[in-house]
Structures are given as structure tokens and as C-alpha cells.
């Protein structure tokens, strides 16, 4: 045992020495490398900012984690590729989408002029980064920065081909950060030429058609192989923005962006200015289309939807080149374009708002008109189908639909009084108070303590669940405020969920395909035939109760500006905090129309709100909708009980908030100097008969003041 002892104390004293003896070691070696004064405080930084980089690293790559699942496809190349020919419902082509793989012109046959020109203005450094271009990067920074807007993009063609495959064209911090690595691991799985070959098939080139393949033969009538460098020119130079440059839009911009593109060459090193100066002297002559105006947004969602349809029927899956009958409506699209832009170029500036939406279908969900944005040339993100927006009061028939279906009625009475739930206390517009109200007043005023008030007594789950059935599809989140319209909605998820109570009860997912053929013909889809029929999801007489006080929000509360002559219509306004959202989303036996105005960075309007601009730009398209149509009546509303002429009544909690514009003071001097004109004018000889009498207003506050009569 002392043996032993000695041992163990033998060996622990060696362990220690020689431990002892390496860290001395060490910490002499080290001591070389010990920084002092500047040098130490540079070490520290970086040190520090090494620590902090991996950090952030480790934090983005998880943001990143979601767009990784799409490449877990096996065949994620392919997924999008279809060939599909769209038309509207009488079976007259409206416009092409999707994209074919055509292996049998190789990166190798095409132009020469055609790839040095989208290496010159979209990569230039494209076979020498890693799919990340800093130093391109960098500079696009400094010259946005020196020029105080966007001028320059710093996305790589690897970044560009992955956002084609994976992601949307959402502008927004994740979407950048999933785009960049999503680049990593293209040019970690493909070499650069698969990637500049897919970026070529892939990328969108304006007029609806994908690839430089496709584009040749739109606006040119030509194959790709044939191509001159000018012609190459324009069509590198509709990576940047194909709807704004494309030729049948604006043949000017194109060709002077077709001449950038030249620069960008010379300045490359590609070319001479002495090999550009014939292209630019004779620039590239396209195929006239001037005169089609296609509905961009609603094909965009429609192959969409074929894609999805794809995925769940086996025959797409061998056949890839289609034709597809849709449910557009062409003079409706015309007329929804003409509302939503009248109304925006009349009140953008004024009422500071500068995007809008618009989703029409019929009852049963089928989808005729869309409207996704302002201007697809500046924009191809699909605000009606993409875009998540809270919709404020606009959700409310939800929550009252869901106390229908427990006990209560459109008469059932809660009182409006302060509610306090921990620190919230939600309020109504101008904090005033009515005392017990009927459902049905509470609604048509747009309180917003009776719905806080009937979830706590139903639950807010139920109302979730409500929403799902009647055609909600995006995920609500669970929250106090979820009943006054605090969770993220889409406009055509609204006009489905709304389509519920114009036909009477039934699901009205929103749907657009009618039938699908293949290149020889044969019928792969018909839907009256392969889909299953509408299933009820509301009770007949719950709906008719809610259609009715619907009915009396057009006729008597915050919607009066949607009432058609001639039409019942029903429909509810929503409005969202500092005025950033505002809705109307409405309906008749024969359309449902959700119309939503708001700012793309989520910025406050000038006081729009639902019943403002959304109420006129729908009552401007359903109005035009209605004529020379049999008119379909409402579930549960006779027509014939409804006064025709509008109820007076007291102002709303939202149309409170929109003041009348008044004249400004320029201009009420200006009429007042031509009022006293006219009234300096004496006419030379008596009428023989009564004059006319012509009221001119000169002041924008009303009729009665400083009018002047000749």
C-alpha cells in the first residue's frame, strides 16, 4: 500500500511539473505575439468582431433554415417547369406563362453578344465570386448612397437564379438573407455554367414569357440563335425591370436601356466602342404589341395555382406543355384596373397612400378580375394573393358570425362600456361609449369593445376556427386584439371568407382553372367533373342574419359610399391603427369584391380609411359590374323592403375620421376675384326671358358662404 501511495504522489507530481513546464512554454510563445498600444486595441476589435460575426452568423443561418426545405425536392430544377397557355372564360387566349428547359440549344449555341451582355449589366465578376459578390456588393452601396435612392442592385446572377427558383419577389430583410445562402449552396451543387444556363431559361423578360428563348421569339419572332447584338442589348436589358422596359410598353426606354447595356459591354472589356457603334446606330426592331395589355397579376396566380393543382393530380405531372380555361373575365379586369388606378392617381398624393388591391370573384369563389398592385412594371410582388395585411374591422363579421353560432342573435344585446384586460383597455373611435347595443348596431357602427367582449365569452379559438371554415387560409394568430382585426389577413383570403355569406353558406375557396388540355388537345381537367361540390360550412339562417346587418352597413353605417343604384349590396370597412391599412370588402348576389390602400413600407395614410377610397374604388368597379346582368339577390334579403334612398344617420366610428376636403385658400381667392368679374359684367340688352341662375361656391366649407349668383 505505501508502494502504491508513493506511486500515485510520483505520477501526480510529474503530471503537474510537466503541465507546469507547457503552459510556461506556451505563454513564452505566446508572449512573442503580445500587442501593445495601437496593436493591442486592433487585436481586441477584431477579436470581438470575429466573436460577434460568428454569432450573427449562426443567427441568420437560422432566419435561412426555412428556404432550405425547398431544396429538398428532388426534382426542385423542374418543379416550375410548365408551358401554359391562359384564357378567359369564353376560351380567347390571354396570355402565356411558365417555362420550358429547351436542352437542345446548350449555353454553347447561344449568342456570344447575348451572354457578354448579361454578364456586362447583371455579373461581370460572375465566374470569379463564390455566388456572394462583395466587391460588387460594396459598390452598388456606395453609388445608392452617393445618389440617395437605388440606382444600383448588388444581387450576383446566383442570388437572381435563386430567388427565381426558391423564394418571391417580396422586398424584405429575410427574403435577402434566405436569397444569399440559398446562392451558397447553388454554387455548391451546380457548376457556373448550369447556373448561368437556368438564370437564362429563368428569368422573366416581360409579356408574360420566362427565358431568352421565349423572348426572342415574343419580341422578336425569331430563335434565340439567331439573334443580333443589338437585339441581345434589349434583351439584357430587361433583367432590371422587364414590365418597365420591355419594348411593346415603352419602345424609347427600351432602346435606351438596350444602350446601356452597350456601355456596360465596352466598359467590360467584351467589346469595342467601334464593334457597339452599328448596334447602337440601327437599334433592335421589335414585334409590335403595343395594343395588348395583359393581365399580369392574375396570370402570375394562375399558374400558381396550376403548379399546385400539378402537385396533387398525376396526369400534369407527364404533361407539362397545357392550355388551360380560366374563370377572367377580360372587361371586368379592364374595369377593376380603371377603379383602382382612378382612385389612386386622383388621391395619392393628396391622401398619401400609394399601393392598393383587388380580388373579384363570384360567389362560389370563381375568380374574374385581380388587381395586385399599382403598376406591375414597377412591382411583380402580388399584393392581392401575396401581401399580408391587417384588416381591422373588416374581420369583425368573423367574431360576430361565430357568436351567431353560439346562442347569440343580430339582437342580442351587450352592453358598450370600458373593457380592461391587464394593461389593455380598448377603446373606441373619439373613446365614446353607447351603453347596451344590439349586435346588429354594433356592427353597423363598427364598435370595437363588443367584439373584444363577445370573445371572451366564446372564446377566440372558435373564431379562428370560424375563419378557417369560411376561407381563411393563412395561419391567425391567437391574440387579444385578434377580433378587432390585429392578425394578418390576404385580400383574396378576405373575398373568399366574404363569398360565404353571398351564397348562402357554402366554402368559396377561391379557384380559377375550369379546364386543362394538353399540345394534342386531350382534356387532363375539367372541374365541374374532378372536383368534389361546395360543402356548408354556415347555417342558412345565420347567414341570412348576418347578410342583413351587412346589408345595413352599405345602406346606413361606415360603407355608404359602396351603395350602388339599383343594387343591394352588403359589406364591411376596416380600418387599422395610425390609418395603415384600410378595407372594404363587400358583395351582392352575383360578386364578392375585397378592395384594400395602404403604403408598401406599412407607412401611415392621410386618414384613408375603409369607407373613403376602398368603398369608392368598389362601388366604381361593381357599379360597372352590375350593368346589363340579371341581378342575383342577396341569401335572406328581400330587396323589396329596402328603402332606395339613403338613411340619415349619425356619424360612424370610421366615417368620423374622414373629413371633407376643403378648398385651399389660393384657390378660394381665385374663385372669389372671377365671381367678382362676373358680377362686373352687364349684359348689353335685357333677356327677354328669365335668366338662368348659376350658384358658384367660393369657399370649400359650403354652399352658403360667399356664394355668388349671375
Given amino acids: 500500500m505505501l508502494s502504491i501511495d508513493a506511486a500515485v504522489d510520483t505520477g501526480l507530481w510529474k503530471l503537474g511539473t510537466a503541465l507546469r513546464k507547457t503552459y510556461e512554454r506556451y505563454d513564452a510563445f505566446l508572449r512573442r505575439f ?87 449589366t447583371e455579373d461581370r465578376r460572375f465566374f470569379n465570386h463564390f455566388g456572394i459578390d462583395a466587391v460588387g456588393t460594396f459598390r452598388a452601396m456606395v453609388e445608392n448612397a452617393r445618389a440617395g435612392t437605388v ?84 434583351l439584357a436589358g430587361l433583367y432590371k425591370a422587364p414590365a418597365r422596359y420591355a419594348p411593346h410598353v415603352n419602345l424609347p426606354a427600351a432602346r435606351a436601356r438596350a444602350n446601356e447595356v452597350l456601355t456596360n459591354m465596352v466598359q467590360a472589356g467584351f467589346l469595342t466602342e467601334g464593334q457597339v457603334i452599328g448596334a447602337r446606330r440601327n437599334p433592335a426592331i421589335a414585334v409590335d404589341r403595343s ?7 392574375f396570370l402570375d396566380w394562375a399558374l400558381e395555382e396550376v403548379k399546385k393543382l400539378a402537385r396533387r393530380s398525376p396526369v400534369l405531372a407527364r404533361d407539362r406543355i397545357i392550355t388551360v380555361r380560366t374563370t377572367f373575365d377580360p372587361a371586368l379586369q379592364r374595369q377593376a384596373d380603371v377603379a383602382v388606378s382612378t382612385v389612386l392617381r ?89 351603453g347596451p347595443v344590439s349586435l346588429k348596431t354594433a356592427l353597423t357602427r363598427s364598435i370595437n369593445t363588443i367584439p373584444i367582449r363577445l370573445s371572451l365569452a366564446i372564446g377566440r379559438d372558435k373564431i379562428i376556427e370560424t375563419a378557417y371554415r369560411m376561407g381563411i387560409s393563412h395561419e391567425l394568430e391567437n391574440s387579444l386584439s385578434l377580433p378587432i382585426g390585429s392578425s394578418e389577413v390576404s385580400v383574396i383570403d378576405m373575398a373568399a371568407g366574404y363569398s360565404t355569406f353571398a351564397n348562402g353558406g357554402y366554402s368559396a375557396k377561391p379557384y380559377t382553372i375550369l379546364e386543362i388540355h394538353n399540345n394534342e388537345g386531350k382534356e387532363l381537367y375539367r372541374r365541374e367533373r374532378d372536383e ?18 351587412l346589408v345595413n352597413v352599405v345602406q346606413a353605417g361606415t360603407g355608404r359610399r359602396a ?37 408598401e413600407n406599412f407607412g401611415p395614410t392621410r386618414k384613408v380609411t375603409g369607407g373613403s377610397l376602398p368603398a369608392m374604388a368598389w362601388q366604381k368597379f361593381m357599379a360597372y ?24 344617420t349619425s356619424r360612424s366610428e370610421e366615417d368620423v375620421r374622414t373629413q371633407p376636403r376643403l378648398l385651399k385658400r389660393q384657390t378660394q381667392i381665385i374663385l372669389k376675384e372671377l365671381a367678382e368679374q362676373l358680377n362686373a359684367i352687364k349684359p348689353e340688352a335685357p333677356a327677354p326671358q328669365q335668366a338662368a341662375s348659376v350658384t358658384l361656391p367660393v369657399s370649400g366649407a359650403g354652399l352658403d358662404q360667399g356664394a355668388v349668383t349671375q
Fill in 563 to 599: 351603395r350602388i343604384d339599383g343594387v343591394v349590396a352588403a359589406g364591411k370597412t376596416g380600418t387599422t391603427n395610425a390609418y395603415r391599412d384600410a378595407w372594404f370588402v363587400g358583395y351582392t348576389g352575383n360578386f364578392t369584391t375585397a378592395v384594400w390602400f395602404g403604403n
Fill in 532 to 549: 368534389p361540390p361546395a360543402e356548408r360550412v354556415l347555417p342558412a339562417g345565420k347567414v341570412a342574419e348576418m347578410n342583413e346587418i
Fill in 291 to 297: 395594343q395588348e395589355q395583359l393581365p399580369e397579376y
Fill in 34 to 120: 503580445r500587442a501593445k498600444g495601437v496593436w493591442k486595441a486592433l487585436s481586441e476589435v477584431s477579436s470581438e468582431a470575429v466573436t460577434l460575426g460568428l454569432a450573427g452568423f449562426v443567427v441568420v443561418l437560422a432566419f435561412a433554415q426555412p428556404a432550405f426545405e425547398a431544396t429538398r425536392y428532388a426534382d426542385w430544377k423542374t418543379t416550375d417547369d410548365f408551358a401554359v397557355t391562359f384564357e378567359d372564360r369564353f376560351g380567347k387566349e390571354i396570355g402565356r406563362r411558365g417555362i420550358v428547359l429547351n436542352d437542345s440549344i446548350p449555353l454553347d449555341q447561344l449568342p456570344d453578344s447575348l451572354i457578354k451582355a448579361t454578364l456586362a
Fill in 346 to 434: 386622383e388621391n395619392s398624393k393628396i391622401r398619401e397612400v400609394d399601393e392598393a388591391a383587388m380580388v373579384a370573384m363570384r360567389p362560389d369563389g370563381a375568380v374574374v378580375a385581380m388587381v395586385g398592385g399599382r403598376s406591375y412594371g414597377e412591382s411583380q410582388f402580388n399584393r392581392a394573393a401575396d401581401a399580408m395585411r391587417q384588416p381591422g374591422s373588416s374581420f369583425k363579421p368573423f367574431v360576430y358570425m361565430t357568436a351567431f353560432l353560439n346562442g347569440y342573435t343580430k339582437d342580442s344585446i351587450v352592453p358598450d362600456r370600458p373593457i380592461y384586460i391587464g394593461n389593455w383597455a380598448p377603446q373606441n373611435y373619439g373613446r365614446k361609449f353607447r
Fill in 625 to 648: 359590374a352590375h350593368e346589363g346582368v340579371d341581378l342575383v339577390p342577396i341569401p335572406g334579403i328581400d330587396a323589396d323592403t329596402l328603402s332606395s334612398a339613403p338613411v340619415a
Fill in 151 to 234: 440606382v444600383q442592385g448588388g444581387s450576383s446572377i446566383t442570388q437572381q437564379l435563386a430567388k427565381n427558383l426558391f423564394l418571391s419577389n417580396e422586398r424584405t430583410l429575410g427574403r435577402k438573407i434566405k436569397e444569399a445562402y440559398l446562392a451558397l449552396w447553388l454554387e455548391a451543387n451546380l457548376s457556373k455554367q448550369e447556373i448561368l444556363k437556368l438564370y437564362l431559361d429563368r428569368a422573366y423578360m416581360g409579356g408574360g414569357v420566362f427565358g431568352v428563348a421565349a423572348a426572342a421569339d415574343f419580341y422578336f419572332n425569331k430563335n434565340v440563335r439567331e439573334l443580333t447584338l443589338a437585339e441581345s442589348a434589349l
